[in-house]
């Protein structure tokens, strides 16, 4: 699928599960535009050669600096942002063939894309949090020097 399609595709999933959590409608583009970013993320790093987790942990590091600046940008809740953007990354088809596998008694093949699906869940969960974690830092760090200059 070429870069084009792959765009194409992630904004209107992310924008189509924008509507689904009955986002705002003017919030709806710009959901679609984070998850569109996310996924061009994973999918430049992985093609690049970087592991497909380590590639979903900066994809989904990207949907939430993103979503904590639209958030604080057009006062709108992160979640709304962040939920939208992450779609793209969740790994449902790899959950599906593991499953699919365990029904038709391929063990191997079903504990190995089952484990490939759940370190890809706990990457998005690490990379979002990261994000938060360095974004509590910065503000901390920018109330200590405002108070110091008081």
Not at 3 to 17: D, H, K, P, W
Not at 92 to 107: K, S, T
Request: proline share 3%; charged share 15%.
């Amino acid at each position: 699928m070429s870069i084009i399609e792959q765009l194409v595709t992630s904004f209107i999933a992310s924008a189509g599960f924008g509507i689904i959590f009955n986002v705002p409608k003017e919030s709806l583009l710009k959901c679609g535009f984070v998850g569109m970013v996310g996924w061009i993320a994973y999918i430049l790093l992985s093609n690049g050669g970087i592991d497909i987790v380590l590639a979903t942990v900066i994809a989904s590091f990207i949907v939430a600096v993103i979503s904590q600046y639209f958030a604080k940008t057009y006062k709108t809740p992160i979640i709304i942002f962040t939920v939208a953007g992450i779609i793209p990354l969740v790994p449902g088809g790899l959950a599906y063939d593991a499953m699919r596998n365990f029904v038709e008694n391929d063990y191997n093949m079903a504990i190995n894309l089952a484990a490939k699906a759940f370190m890809i869940s706990g990457s998005i969960a690490m990379g979002l949090v990261f994000s938060e974690a360095i974004n509590q830092a910065i503000r901390k760090s920018k109330h200590r020097l405002t108070r110091t200059l008081r």
